[in-house]
């Protein structure tokens, strides 16, 4: 049971342990309480639909009775399955509707329990199925009975649409869940762990120059103070001593220079005391970047009706394209904001520009929350969009500042994973907290929750050491530089563009649209497109590994291409309808899994000679901006490919151009390495 | 012993926030670990079990809300059918006679229910028929009700508000299809009200047992599963505090055969000589130094 021999130890086991342990406790809880919950809606439902049926007897009764009133005998009643097909297709709580005679017999019968209904049924129906009848009269005497039974399956059906509702809530919380404890583990356990191990490894070499700088109160940390009073004491004891030496040492003579030589083989600390080690955890990102991106979700569900409440009519505008403005404000001020935050990144460091962004955000928040007209409104949500910009890339830059070639995919992958999750579960809380506390308080949440991402990046972020010497260059010329290198041209065209471009034209415009015109409700059609955030969540940090452990990069991404515009462009081969939609989405998933973030990690080793330049964070920027370019024109090309060939082909259209995108891709990508490898350029694709 | 060590700058620790274990100063209180393990147990599981309940709570209030607003337009429709006919064969409202005992039927059928409204707004516009809080006759028909009806067409519902509840109308047309009339029917939403109340407080007492379990459970298994580890950590932070002196860090914990804290073991055994070499050789300078000293003092 040796120790590795790098610097850092594997917690591996630990953490496992600790993940399951808590995981295990969440999932029993919250069975727990979806079982109970599931009881008590049971017991409190079935009265709510046993209701409706007796409502729908009396209603559907008096119909009837008109008729027997007029001396028509019940038997030669005309249209009477006709009226109660209607009123089974308006009442699907309704299993079967009978007009039966006094001894039972079934004169009309319909719905989709009418094969269980039995002549002499009581009043409890079958499978003990509640049954509401109506005595029916001709001439003041009884002639037959209207019974109306519940449906069997109905308390069953809407409890598997709950039970689906709420596991989609158990995964959302579980994601969550997981990112609390990892930041958790990274912060008390394995972060403080590493460093000790660092320390004591380096002290085993002779180098007391460093201590953890860690204190806590529990056993690591009793621990760690232990190793850390020592390094220190013998810092004190060798600035003690040289300082003695310094006063006499030309008296000591040959015994004390050998002495001094003896020393020289430890390393101690420059100044007065030793340093304290950087706790540096990839980790750390993800919770401020969660907490940030989580607060601007919060009101997606519900901001195109926050807007319509400040609407203003705009001469030459639509109430459509008016309604509209505020979220195109915000994707433009973002999309000019990300290039020049790359650039403050690069010279103030992440940790700064996350800090910075706080108030464009706060401010934009409030004040949208605020907002009483539609001036303001967009005013204030397009400062929130530049505040965004620079949040965002200071993660990235701040990924960027901790990664190296070998794991910057691993890197990358931290921040769309968080993206994702943050994305799943602020969509679904935000409208949960606006309906219970009201629009403009919800964006007061955000903004709390933007206050506490800025306090944790300000606890946890380390600041830059060195600030690098990157020239300002403005975004064109820039753009103007990065576009004479081949290879990043061919990245961004056909890796970047199509990906965004499948990602909002198919996934968030078309899907929606062809399950709904599949006769899916809202709750379907978000379980469906769920899939593909959660297969990116799990998938994306798995092939991100691979990507930096094989240097499959390049590889990777083309692969991706190719996987996520497949399904697509399969859906009728994959079953159509709502099967192949969900393979679709699955492929669509996976694929992106593949190729995202290697594809961000790429950037930095196609363009080495630009990234000395103009600094790898501006040129994640330019990936943003152009990323963009895909994003916007995605709805429009899925849009006009639907109304010209329908939703089927539309998609198979865009699947067909992705994956003829990758495939080009890699062979532009083969082409530029075989120059490429004429020049000394660094290459792994 | 060796010296206490100084304050430590830019120390670390996000943990010790909530822990009180504040960075660059002594812990107010030490927590063992797997306490700090199962305190974020209880967090997650409440956390978890709350969201599921908000949720559930949301989902419950939909399928209520929805039940009743259906049922209650079972009951809109069918007194719309009775009257609908009539002014299809051109009568007008006042002519259908039956109508006042129908709607004082209905009233007594749904306790929901707190009033009916049947009312013209063409040609004039008027309550015809009532029953219950405000019946007909008593007000004038409100503005929302008579634009919901011009909006409208035959058979479609609409909703709006009045004193004593929410109100689910109808709208009635002549037969020229034109809207001339409506049923309104209001309903208190004190039951819903009742109904969502006991649902919330069941969901609170369900979110309490199954966070309490959960955490009970959490905190044996994190007992059972870090006890070796933190009494392996405990015993080497003993052994570090003893200068390396496993005798007096007391008996070596048997059995745990840990990998994290067996490598932390092999690793302050390497720290610890190495710490003891630099010692010696500082030892030896500081005595040269004194000897050098004193010679040149004697001298």
Redesign the interface.
Known sequence: MSAKPSEDMDFGHVRRRIILVSGAMVVIAALTVLLLTLRAFERDLLPEVDAKTQAVATALSSTFQQALDLGIPLDQLIGVDLVLDEVLAGNPEIGYLAVTTLDGTAVFLRGPNAADVKPTMGLAGVDGARERSVMLQSNGEAVGRLRVGMAKDFVRRSMTDIILDLAVVLMVSLLATFELLMFFINRSLSGPLTLAMRTMRRGARGDFSHITGIRSGDEVGTLITTIDARVTALNERFRDVMARVGQGAAAGGAAVSAAMDRLRTYSFAEDDRPKPFQMQVLTDVRMPLLLYVLAGEMSRSFFPNFVKDLYTPIPGLSYEAVLGLPISAFMFFMASATPVSGGWADRIGGRRLFLLSLIPTLVGLLGTGFAQTFGQLITFWSLNAIGYAMATIACQSRIAEMTTGENRAQGMAVFVTAIMVAAICGTSFGGVIADRIGFRATFIVSAAMVLLSGLIVAYVFVPKQTKEQVARVPLMQALKRVSTNFRFGVLMVLGAVPAKLILTGFLFYMIPLYLAELGNNQSSIGRQMMVYFAIMIIMSPLFARLADQRGWRGGLVVLGGVVAGIGAAAIPFLGGGELGVLLAVITLGLGHALGTAPLIAMIPEVCAEEVKELGQTALLGILRVVERVGSVLGPLAAASLATLYGYETAAQIIGAIVAGSAVLLWLLLLLGRASASKTPVVDEA | M?????R??????????V?K?????????????SY??TA??L???I???A??????W???KS??DA??V??LE??A??LQ??IQAPLRLGLSLSDVRTMQEQIDRTLG??RMITAIHVFETAPERRMVYGAGHGAAGEGAVPQPWADAVAAGSGGRFWRSTAEGGQVLGVTLVDRLEQPVGGIAVVYSTAYVDT?IA??TT??TD??I???G???G??FL??QI??RP??KR??W??RF??S?GDAEAAGPRPAGTGD??S???E???G??D???R???T??G???T??QT??A??RAS
């Open positions: 060796q010296s206490a060590p100084r430590v700058a830019d120390g670390i620790g996000f943990w010790g926030v822990t274990v504040a960075s660059g100063s002594l812990s107010l209180f030490g927590l063992r670990f700090k393990i974020t147990i967090v997650l599981v956390f978890a079990s969201v599921i309940a908000v949720l559930a949301h989902k419950y399928i209520l039940l009743v259906s049922r079972v009951t429709g069918h059918n009775g059928q749904d109904r006991a649902m069941s969901l369900y979110v047992i199954a966070s379990a959960a955490a459970l959490g298994a994190v599963l870090f580890v933190s950590l405990k080497l932070a570090a505090g200068s990998a994290l067996a490598a932390m092999q690793e302050y390497r720290f000589a190495a710490v070499e630099a010692e050789a500082l030896d300078l500081e040269l130094v050098t000293d010679r040149s």
